[in-house]
């Protein structure tokens, strides 16, 4: 048995999503900070419970030929127990062996859901490990330094809601630009004395910090989350913002009055310049507004698209169904110009920004519509559309039994699904398999690198 205190010498055999390495003692797992599979190391029993068991690294006595050379650690991670940043939960290992481990926790996934049938295959990666994300949401809090209080933009530590500065002021996942915002904001409401709000209290006035760039056009959009209804010296804030930072395009506030921990708000305007910003992904341009949902890996997200496309076999004069569309992006990067194509999305912005990305690209067969992803049956009887092949991309609790149901009896040729949860995703295919629609594989796709989390996507077709 474990005790609490306990040290001893364990061999890592494993490292979980969350970034803790596991040991096997006495049949338990033993999860420990800081340490990856293939360590040897001296460790100190802080938890024990009857399933499982927490240590602590006390020394590494052989690090593992899998750990990531020491000076590509972030310093966020390194920082002791409530300070350290809980992002990059992979960074201490090569990215090889976080590829590996994506892989075997897809498999395990299909797995544990019962399809363990399903041929996972090797993650693929457009290789890009840092400044990859186009969207930042920072919460704001206040430090005191020598004294005087200060506003501090950075990350939650992991497992609070205590505001942690970025790591000698820049996120690697995020690009330099970010960081140079992030201390320009800083700085102007401490010389403004713009308060930063208080979970606690609900008192205060900017909760985060939104940004998003349109990673190839260099467009970025700046949102303040307040807890007001202005943004104090707002004309200034934009005026020194614009020509500091030429390349923002739109300014915007979101209020957000709610003691919750949901970041955005419902109502947004805009303080300077456009509503929304615009990228360019897969040969097309697209709008992109601040309530909108876009892929924040754009290399990433062409790769992603392209395995979609790629598995969808489109043909000539075939019918596409999009569901959880956004702004439109998967089914207009992958249908023809005349592709008769319905688009549903519960986001209005996003709908309208699809309409409008329909348009731009030439798009002529292209509708869109606001609605739940169960209302599509509504609309494609309203429409006397039958769709020959269909695209669902869910957020991560994946697809309601009924869309499913919807779904079988709609009977489509394809159904490629994208998903950001293997889990729900294995579930999903099981669930899929009473309709007679089967997948052989699963491609894994590293949109997030670094991070616990892996983006799948799978072709089910009716045998
Ligand atoms: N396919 C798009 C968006 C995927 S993210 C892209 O790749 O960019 C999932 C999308 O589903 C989000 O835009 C979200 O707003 C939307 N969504 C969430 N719940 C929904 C529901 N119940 N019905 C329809 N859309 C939903």
């Known amino acids: 048995m474990l005790q609490k205190n306990q040290i001893l010498t364990a061999a890592i055999t494993d490292l979980n999503n969350l970034g803790f390495g596991v040991a096997k003692i006495d049949g338990i797992s033993v999860f420990v900070a800081d340490t990856v599979t293939g360590d040897i190391a001296e460790i100190k029993i802080i938890k024990t419970a009857k399933t499982y068991a927490v240590g602590t690294l006390c020394t590494l006595i052989t690090p593992s030929p899998m750990r990531a050379p020491e000076h590509e650690v972030c310093g966020a991670a390194k920082r002791c127990g409530g300070n350290r940043c809980g992002g990059c939960v992979y960074q201490r290992i090569t990215y090889a062996h976080e590829l590996a481990l994506k892989k075997q926790y897809v498999t395990f996934a299909m797995k544990k859901a019962g399809a363990q049938h399903i041929k996972v295959l090797d993650v693929l990666t457009t290789g890009q ?23 501090v933009i950075g990350f939650y530590a992991v497992k609070t809601h205590k505001i942690v500065p970025l790591p000698n002021g820049h996120c690697a996942l995020q690009p330099p630009i970010f960081s140079e915002i992030v201390r320009f904001t800083a700085h102007f409401c401490d010389t403004h004395q713009i308060s930063a709000y208080d979970e606690t209290s609900g008192n205060g006035i900017l909760r985060h910090l939104y940004l998003r760039m349109g990673s190839k056009t260099g467009e970025i959009l700046v949102c303040l989350v307040i807890n007001a209804d202005t943004f104090p010296h707002a004309d200034d804030f934009c005026k020194s913002l614009i020509a500091e930072f030429p390349q923002v395009k739109s300014i915007q506030v979101n209020q957000n009055r709610q003691n919750t921990n949901v970041i955005l708000g419902n109502t947004c305007c805009v303080l300077w310049g456009s509503d929304a910003i615009e990228d360019i992904l897969c040969g097309k341009v697209f709008r992109i507004s601040q309530l909108s949902f876009y892929q924040v890996n754009r290399d990433g997200a062409e790769l ?79 429409l006397q559309m039958h769709a020959d092949a269909v695209i669902v991309d869910p957020p991560r609790k994946g697809l309601t039994p009924a869309v499913i149901a919807y779904l ?50 799978a072709l089910l077709t009716k045998k």
């Open 304 to 382: 992603l698209y392209h395995t979609a496309k790629t598995l969808l076999q489109l043909q000539p004069r075939e019918a596409l169904l999009d569901l959880y569309c956004g702004i439109g992006t998967i089914g207009l990067s992958v249908a023809d110009t005349d592709t008769p194509l319905v688009g549903i999305e519960i986001i209005p912005q996003a709908v309208e920004n699809a309409k409008e990305n329909a348009k731009r690209n030439g798009m002529k067969n292209a509708r869109f519509f606001c609605g739940d992803a169960s209302d599509a049956k509504q609309i494609l009887h309203n």
């Open 129 to 151: 490990t840092a400044a990859y994300r186009n969207k930042a949401q920072y919460p704001v809090g206040t430090e005191i330094l020598d004294g005087e209080k200060h506003t």
């Open 408 to 457: 079988g009896e709609l009977t489509p040729k394809r159904i490629v699904y994208i998903s950001c949860d293997a889990d729900t995703l294995a579930r999903d295919i099981m669930r899929f398999a009473e309709y007679g629609y089967h997948t052989d594989t699963t491609q894994p796709v590293d949109m997030f690198s670094r991070t616990g989390h892996v983006e799948c996507v």
